[in-house]
C-alpha cells in the first residue's frame, strides 16, 4: 500500500512569509508525528497526534509554529512569519496506533529553504 | 529528559570488515529502542528495534541488543557492503516521555568503500 506522503517536497520561501506543509498518513494509522531535521539541531520531534486526543505540542519552537489534523487523517504544518532559522527537512510520521515501540513510518520530506 | 548519545562519524570502512556503532541513552521510564537508516537521497526508514531488556533486533544482517544494564543499544555487523553507506540514527521512545515520540541521537555517517 501507498506510505506516508507529503508535499511540497521542496519550498523557497521569502523570510517573513507564511508556509503550509501536507502530510498523508498511512491510511488507518491513528498516530501522525512531526519532526525536522537541520544541520544544528539534528532530528528534533516538534508535535504529536494521537486519534482524538490533544494533540502533544510539547516539540513546537515557537508559537510560530502551529499544526492540525482534519478527520483523523491528513495533517498541516503552519509556520508563520518565517525565520532563516526554520530552513530545515521537515519530515511526517505515521503509526497504526501511539503505542511506544510503534514503528514509526516516514515520508520524504519537505525540505524548506527561508532566504 | 531522555537522550540518546551515538559516536561521531564519519565512520569509513573497507567491503566486508566489521562495523560497530555506538549508542547509549538516558531515559526515565522503560523505553523502546530503534536504529533507522536514511540512505542517501531517500527518507528515514526503520532498520531495526527492540522493546524490552535483553532483546535482540536484526535485519539485513545487522544486529543491535538491548542492554538496560550498560543502557546502550550497539549497531552491529559483521560484513559491510558498499551499500550499507548512510547515515544511521539511533533512537528511543519512551511511554514516561509522553507517547511513542522519538528522540534521535545525532546520526553517523558510514562510508564503505571497495
Known amino acids: 500500500g501507498a506510505g506516508v506522503s507529503q508535499s511540497p517536497s521542496n519550498k523557497v520561501t521569502e523570510k517573513g512569509k507564511d508556509v503550509e506543509l501536507r502530510c498523508d498518513p498511512i491510511s488507518g494509522h491513528t498516530a501522525l508525528y512531526w519532526y525536522r531535521q537541520s544541520l544544528g539541531q539534528g532530528l528534533e520531534f516538534l508535535i504529536y497526534f494521537q486519534g482524538n486526543s490533544a494533540p502533544d505540542k510539547s516539540g513546537l519552537p515557537s508559537d510560530r509554529f502551529s499544526a492540525e489534523r482534519t478527520g483523523g487523517s491528513v495533517s498541516t504544518l503552519t509556520i508563520q512569519r518565517t525565520q532563516q532559522e526554520d530552513s530545515a527537512v521537515y519530515l511526517c510520521?505515521?503509526?497504526?496506533?501511539?503505542?511506544?515501540?510503534?514503528?514509526?513510518?516516514f515520508g520524504p520530506g519537505t525540505r524548506l529553504t527561508v532566504l | 529528559g531522555d537522550s540518546v548519545t551515538q559516536m561521531e562519524g564519519p565512520v569509513t570502512l573497507s567491503e566486508e570488515a566489521f562495523l560497530t556503532i555506538n549508542c547509549t541513552y538516558t531515559a526515565t521510564g522503560y523505553p523502546s529502542l530503534f536504529w533507522y537508516v536514511q540512505y542517501p537521497g531517500e527518507g528515514l526508514q526503520l532498520l531495526l528495534k527492540a522493546t524490552k531488556a535483553d532483546d535482540k533486533g536484526s535485519n539485513k544482517g545487522f544486529e543491535a541488543t538491548y542492554r538496560k544494564e550498560t543502557t546502550s543499544f550497539h549497531l552491529e555487523k559483521g560484513s559491510v557492503q558498499v551499500s550499507d553507506s548512510a547515515v544511521y540514527f539511533c533512537a528511543l521512545s519512551d511511554l514516561t516521555g509522553g507517547g511513542n515520540k522519538l528522540t534521535f541521537g545525532t546520526g553517523t555517517q558510514l562510508k564503505v568503500e571497495l
Open positions: 510520521a505515521s503509526t497504526l496506533t501511539g503505542v511506544t515501540g510503534d514503528t514509526q513510518y
